[in-house]
Structures are given as C-alpha cells and as structure tokens.
C-alpha cells in the first residue's frame, strides 16, 4: 500500500504509475531512488512551490536509526541536505551525547 496525503487525513491505496490527479506519481518499484526522483518532482501539496529543490532522506538505506524532520527549513532548501541549519547543529550534539555516529543514520 501507498500512503497519499488527502487534505488533512492520510488513506492508503494503490498509484498508477501515469496517475497524476493527485500531483503525485509513486514509482511502481518504489526504490529509494525512484523515489527520490518521484519526490523531486511531486506537487502533491502547496510545499513545492516555495522550495529551491527537494530535500531526501540521505545515509544508509538499511541504518537501524532513521530520522525524520517536519519540514526542511531555509539552510536544508538551500543546501539540499537534511539536518544542516540550526536545528541540525542542534541534533549533532544530541547524537554525539548518545553515542550516535550521524553517519550510520538514515
């Protein structure tokens, strides 16, 4: 199953790969590449319209530790990379704190 954001609610259901009504396409081999690619050119939601480009997940595919952000800000947009402004900064030394190398995240 797909997870497609539908207003304010999330329901599941199957993409056709053509099916653009939703501003969305989910790649039929939903690798972390294809989606990567899918991301990078998705209008699903109002968020692409003020960004630079999309900012991926990025570290190993399998790490055991995966983090997630709420939204890119300013530094990430630019940069093209998560977890690179202040909070980024921030986050850094709280891995460090708890022994996490940020490098074997994803």
């Known amino acids: 199953m797909v997870f497609i954001r539908h207003g304010l609610r999330y329901r599941t ?37 003020n960004a630079t480009q999309t900012v991926f997940g990025e570290g190993p595919e399998r790490a055991r530790v995966m983090l997630v952000g709420e939204q890119p800000g300013d530094a990430e947009d630019l940069a093209g990379h998560p977890f690179v402004g202040p909070a980024g900064r921030l986050l850094d030394r709280c891995l460090v704190e708890a022994g996490i190398d940020r490098k074997q995240t994803y």
């Open 13 to 49: 259901g199957r993409v056709n790969e053509d099916d653009t009504r939703l501003g969305v396409q989910i790649p039929s081999q939903p690798t972390v590449g294809a989606l990567r690619d899918a991301a990078a050119r998705c209008t699903g939601c109002d968020l692409y319209k």
